[in-house]
């Protein structure tokens, strides 16, 4: 009777212990984020933790494209994740892995380096391209099959040689300096940082945020002007999609970033109260405060399956 007592006794402490992990896993939230919303993405976990101290934010940052295929190839469980592109959310995880997805923040492509940076004194929007190539300067930029700020570099030089009226200019630009090609743009930091190279091509709000001085692009061809659609669609680009012998087409865009909460979402509830603080006021200008402007209006190309708890960010599907 006693060992039954003891075995009962035993069984209702593990059964127990199980609940208690169960528990604590459900408040754990997993986001995927790509890597140049790493510093606002941290502040908004700082701030909504400290509120909420039953709430563990899981963050893990890589290149959009790496982090959509933590999901579709490696089935990782992510309760978030938020892309620097709207595309490969929309292209590569919907409608099998997610079947909604909110535009919520904007960004340019820059040059951006520091005082230690060869020509740092003479380089401008006017000839930095011609700096780039020379042959004392190093240069770094992202992967494009990787990180949608990789792609997009590739499609600033193109939109570069035709803006500048110089054939062969994104030619020589893309096989020069291929060394120092990184997974993700915030890796290329360090090696500005350490003098490793010169220049990077990087999003303004990494720049802002790491104290960086930078070239701006014009409004032609740095992606953020959404008036200039139209010429930025002439720049095309083939990526790998969600296998390796998979490939898509990108084409230059209005840098529009986005996010979504998968369907197979450990604790979507958690996720979607964590994505009203981010989208609300508060969260909106967490990101401002860090270089990055929000989008306004925030947007979506599948109103219909929208969370009801996040439509009151839509304006045009407010009730």
């Known amino acids: 009777m006693r060992k039954l007592l003891l075995f009962s ?3 209702l402490f593990f059964i127990s212990a199980c609940r208690t992990k169960s528990s604590q896993e459900k408040s754990d939230i997993i986001i995927f984020h790509a890597g140049s919303l790493s510093v606002p993405f941290h502040e908004l976990k700082e701030v909504y933790s400290k509120r909420n101290p039953g709430i563990k934010i899981l963050l893990e940052p890589a290149g959009s494209l790496v982090c959509a295929r933590k999901i579709t190839e490696l089935k990782k469980p992510c309760d978030i994740i938020a892309s620097a592109d709207y595309y490969v959310i929309n292209q590569l995880l919907i409608p099998e892995y ?6 919520f923040a904007t960004n340019e492509i820059v040059i951006a380096f520091s005082d230690k940076a060869r020509y740092s004194d ?3 929007s006017a000839n930095c391209f011609d ?3 020379r042959d004392d300067v190093l240069y770094g930029r992202s992967d494009p099959d990787a990180d949608p700020c990789g792609y997009r570099s590739v499609l600033v030089m193109k939109l570069a040689e035709k803006y500048y009226k110089k054939p062969g ?3 020589r630009l893309t096989s020069k300096n291929r060394d120092y090609i990184r997974p993700k743009e915030v890796d290329l930091v360090a090696l500005i940082e350490s003098n490793s190279i010169d220049y990077m091509f990087q999003y303004k709000s990494v720049a802002i945020q790491h104290n960086l001085r ?4 014009p409004a032609e061809i740095n992606l953020s002007d959404p008036s200039m659609e139209e010429f930025y669609n002439t720049a095309v680009l083939s990526i790998r999609g969600n296998k390796p012998d998979d490939k898509i087409t990108v084409r230059g865009e209005f840098i529009n970033y986005s996010l979504t909460v998968p369907l197979n979402a450990p604790d979507r509830e958690a996720a979607i109260k964590f994505l009203s603080f981010v989208l609300g006021n508060e969260g909106m200008e967490i990101f401002r405060k860090n270089g990055q402007k929000p989008l306004i209006p925030l947007s979506t190309e599948q109103p219909g399956k929208i969370p009801e708890e996040l439509k009151i960010f839509l304006p045009d599907i407010r009730k």
């Open 9 to 11: 006794i035993v069984a």
């Open 98 to 103: 997610a079947d909604w997805s909110i535009r």
């Open 122 to 124: 003479e380089i401008d």
């Open 131 to 133: 700096i780039l190539l």
């Open 169 to 171: 200019l994104a030619d």
């Open 214 to 217: 930078y070239v701006e692009l």
